[in-house]
């Protein structure tokens, strides 16, 4: 374990006395520059770096309104300031989110601003000096892009765009993150964040196969570039093999079997999750998503379902269609064919929740709750999912869906605070890019405020399970749980319990 202290678990919500600077050793290691470049950013800090980074500013408030009005709106009102889990957890007061914002207002009021320029000390504006670029590096990488504090702000000041467009900048002038960048680059060579090549991926497809079969004596298929298929799953690579996603992919791969959809996946776009979000990227954001267009039209499949994945399921329902024309938006010939070649009696993109929720409604899948007796489980929400996007056709059906999909599979479920869940969820801490293990102190800190809502519903209800929708929180999770005392095996994909549950037929 590190060096640093794990917050203690108070019973109320505590708000932390302040201490100035003590996260501000925490950033992460910066790409190599071959990353970089292969990115199209430089590979180090360019020479003229504070020209090209207010040249760079300059660009992004002309192309997004948002970002400019988020800058000159605030009012300082304070109703932000104990809203974020890394402030709840750390209590450098730079996590704050206005504070967190500030970082960036600064420096904009003084390059963009009449009164930042002429009268800076009176408006708060700063030059851009490499004392405030650290600190952009080291602050704007403390920021999950959750989007919490913005449900708390009357202006709806979204922080996590803030976030972006500094970790944009960053990137411009050669101070690109490591975790996030090379990731990227391994999608677009390989396919998927892992770097697992396609023979690889048969390889584990068909160990799964063996597994399923050993375990249950039917023979549930999980396929790979398989032309003609009804669907097209596209799935966070951790699914593959990491623990517990792979017991939800075993669960998606049983209802495919129970419900007799045929499926597949593709070794081009082995990946949902799409990290070109998190530095901010549209470009990246795009290529990403191209991919899976071209694995669909390849693949010729009537549906794209996505796999359990917070920020891409985020990706997919907001931007797939404006980004990458998947869905009904796009006008060049590659949008207008994929249009004509899916089943418009779905939605595009589908979640895996809404397609088990929608087969559970109509009857398809026959459930035993009492196969999961042995669990109480609650429910974490993802803040992509949450605050970012919506699933199924009713309102609020991203927090409907996934828990209707939980009760149909166990008996014992209970809902953590409400302060804690649905839109004022708490991110796991690993979130935005962050889930790397240069930045374990922070994503402990900053997974306090799960933990303490979790210690509740354990303490009450004796919860054993947390279940949860997205990869990156079912990694967070499971390497921090122990940190809090908890064991790594609480953390519990939804589509586990399906598998658990689902009844496929009588042993051969
Ligand atoms: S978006 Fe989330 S992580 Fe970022 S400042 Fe707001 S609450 Fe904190
Ligand atoms: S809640 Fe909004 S307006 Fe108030 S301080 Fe925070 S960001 Fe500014």
Not at 144 to 171: H, K, N, W
Not at 181 to 191: L, M
Not at 433 to 452: C, F, I, S, Y
Request: glycine share 8%; proline share 5%.
């Amino acid at each position: 374990m590190a060096n640093f202290e794990t917050p203690e678990l108070k019973e109320y919500p505590v708000i932390p006395v302040i201490q100035n600077d003590v996260m501000a050793h925490s950033k992460p290691y910066m790409a190599a520059a071959k990353f970089q470049e292969s990115l199209g950013f430089p590979g180090e800090l360019v020479e003229n770096w504070q020209a090209k980074a207010i040249e760079k500013m300059g660009d992004l408030l002309g192309k997004s309104r948002a970002l400019q009005v988020f800058l000159d709106s605030c009012v300082k009102c304070g109703a932000c300031t104990d809203k974020c889990h890394y402030f709840l957890g750390t209590s450098d007061p730079k996590n704050m989110p206005v504070a967190r914002q500030d970082l960036l207002r600064k420096v904009y009021r003084r390059y963009f601003t009449f009164a930042g320029k002429y009268f800076p000390k009176l408006v708060g504006a700063v030059d851009l000096t490499k004392d405030v670029l650290d600190d952009w590096y080291s602050y704007f990488h403390q920021c999950s892009q959750c989007r919490r504090c913005s449900v708390f702000c009357p202006y709806g000041i979204d922080t996590a765009e803030i976030s972006m467009a500094a970790r944009e900048i960053l990137d411009h002038v050669g101070e690109g993150q490591k975790y996030c960048n090379e990731i990227i680059a391994k999608v677009h060579v390989i396919g998927n964040n892992l770097g697992l090549p396609g023979p690889a991926l048969r390889d584990t497809l068909e160990g799964l196969e063996e597994d399923v079969k050993e375990a249950t004596g039917v023979d549930v298929r999980f396929p790979m570039d398989e032309k003609g298929a009804e669907v097209l799953l596209v799935t966070p690579s951790a699914d593959f093999f990491a623990e517990p996603h792979v017991d939800g992919l075993i669960g998606y791969g049983k209802v495919f079997h129970a419900s007799g959809v045929s499926w597949t996946v593709s070794s081009f776009a082995s990946e949902a999750a799409n990290f070109g979000m998190f530095i901010g990227s549209y470009d990246q954001m795009q290529k990403l998503a191209f991919r899976i267009r071209e694995a669909a039209l390849d693949l010729g499949v009537k549906r794209i379902v996505v796999g359990e994945c917070g920020h891409a399921w985020r990706v997919a329902y907001s931007f797939w269609n404006t980004l990458a024309g998947i869905g009904q938006g796009g006008k060049d010939p590659f949008s207008i064919q994929l249009q004509k070649q899916l089943d418009p009696r779905f939605p595009v993109p589908q979640h895996i929740c809404e397609m088990t929720y929608d087969l559970i409604q109509r009857g398809a899948l026959t459930l035993d709750k009492s196969a999961n007796d042995d669990r109480v489980v609650t429910f974490h929400d993802s803040c992509n999912v949450a605050r970012a996007s919506r699933m199924g056709s009713m309102p609020r059906g991203q927090f409907i869906i996934p828990r209707a999909v939980i009760k149909a599979s166990c008996n014992h479920y209970v809902d953590m605070d409400p302060d804690t869940i649905h839109e004022n969820t708490f991110c796991c801490g690993g979130g935005g890019g962050l889930l790397t293990d240069d930045l374990m102190e922070l994503r402990v800190k900053g997974a306090m405020p799960r933990m303490q809502a979790l210690k509740h519903v354990v303490d009450e209800h004796g919860v054993n399970t947390l279940a949860a929708i997205c990869a990156i929180c079912k990694t967070q999770f499971a390497k921090v749980l122990p940190y809090y005392k908890y064991k790594m095996s609480m953390i519990t994909s939804v589509h586990e319990l399906v598998s658990k549950a689902i009844v496929l037929g009588d042993k051969q």
